[in-house]
């Protein structure tokens, strides 16, 4: 996979965890029990997808942009977008995008979680 550095990047960041959903082949990053972003696999173990949320008028941006931005991958395709792995999606954007979904679920949470999620309780 192009980025190799997303795991390292995400699980850097306050009240990550992350889980394997066998099901789907999924490597899910939450917060809480939130979903923020996912590595996707395809039936043969190779990771081809990274899905994360953003505002709908963001996604509709980038995806205009970017070929390799596309609506989220068996998500809402208005709030979730995919970038394909091996796709031409600078660095940069792509942790700009982990990072607004980021905060856009630490922001859905009541302030009571989010303090705690951040070792501010």
């Known amino acids: 996979m192009k980025y190799d ?33 996912a590595v996707c ?19 509709d941006f980038l995806r205009q942009q970017y070929e390799d931005i596309i609506p989220g ?14 796709g031409s999606v600078p660095d940069e954007v792509l942790k700009d995008m982990l990072d607004k979904s980021y905060h856009l679920i630490l922001g859905g949470l009541s302030k009571k979680k989010q303090k705690e999620l951040l070792g501010e309780a």
């Open 41 to 59: 696999q395809d039936d043969t173990g190779k990771e081809f997808l990274i899905t994360m949320k953003l505002n709908p008028v963001e996604g």
């Open 73 to 86: 991958y068996y998500m809402n395709k208005e709030h979730w977008n995919s970038v394909k792995t091996e």
């Open 5 to 37: 550095w997303i795991e390292k990047y995400l699980m850097e960041k306050p009240g990550v965890t992350k889980d394997f959903k066998e099901e789907w082949r999924w490597t899910r990053y939450l917060l809480g029990d939130k979903m923020f972003a």
